[in-house]
């Protein structure tokens, strides 16, 4: 599909997520989730168009509509993401797609149903990432902007549950926390994870 014919779906996914790109920055700003500067982290949502993520260096604090690129298809073969948008999607996206992915085969394969995702945030918060209370919810560090990384982080999460990708170690959302780097949420409401935010419970 050209870029040109795909405009149209850029501009509807942009309009539906809108708002819940207003309340993640408010979210950002309000809890501080970086450790240098609000260009840190990365986030997507999905809408009928498709996944919607921020591009590369941009302030998460501060959005804009052309800071966000429409996921159109990936192809982990050939190490390829085709998406339209005035800038490139976060590199993070790699990782992102193969979490969702795994997540919804783990469940097929396992005969369960649980909400489909609708949002994923990666975000810096120190008293997450370098409290040892959490230290045994934490993963390994993977590089980021792989395919790759994705299936380890999945593998970690599977070896450290045995459940589903991501469930049940920070509420009701889904979600892990990368050792001494940072933490991702998947879930379904934003205020699931301005909840955990102000709790920082990991459990319930």
Do not use: C
Request: hydrophobic share 35%; no cysteine; net charge positive.
């Amino acid at each position: 599909m050209s870029v040109s014919k795909s405009l149209p779906r850029l501009r509807k996914a942009r309009g539906e997520a809108w708002e819940q790109v207003k309340t993640l920055q408010r979210i950002y700003e309000k809890h501080q989730l970086w450790h240098r500067s609000p260009y840190d982290g990365a986030f997507m949502f999905l809408t009928s168009e498709g996944w919607l993520t921020t591009a590369t260096r941009i302030k998460k604090n501060n959005v804009k509509p052309k800071d966000l690129s429409l996921v159109l298809s990936f192809d982990e073969k050939k190490n390829e993401i085709t998406y339209v948008g005035n800038r490139v999607p976060s590199s993070d996206l790699p990782e992102f797609l193969i979490l969702v992915n795994r997540n919804e085969k783990e469940l097929a394969k396992r005969g369960e149903k649980l909400p489909v995702i609708k949002y994923v945030v990666h975000f810096h918060k120190n008293e997450i990432t370098r409290d040892t209370r959490f230290k045994k919810y934490a993963i390994p560090f993977y590089r980021y902007g792989m395919f790759e990384s994705g299936h380890n982080f999945a593998d970690e999460i599977l070896k450290k549950n045995k459940a589903t990708p991501g469930v049940n170690i920070s509420g009701k959302g889904r979600g892990f926390i990368i050792l001494e780097h940072g933490v991702v949420r998947m879930g379904v409401k934003l205020d699931h994870l301005e909840k955990f935010l102000e709790s920082f419970d990991l459990i319930n």
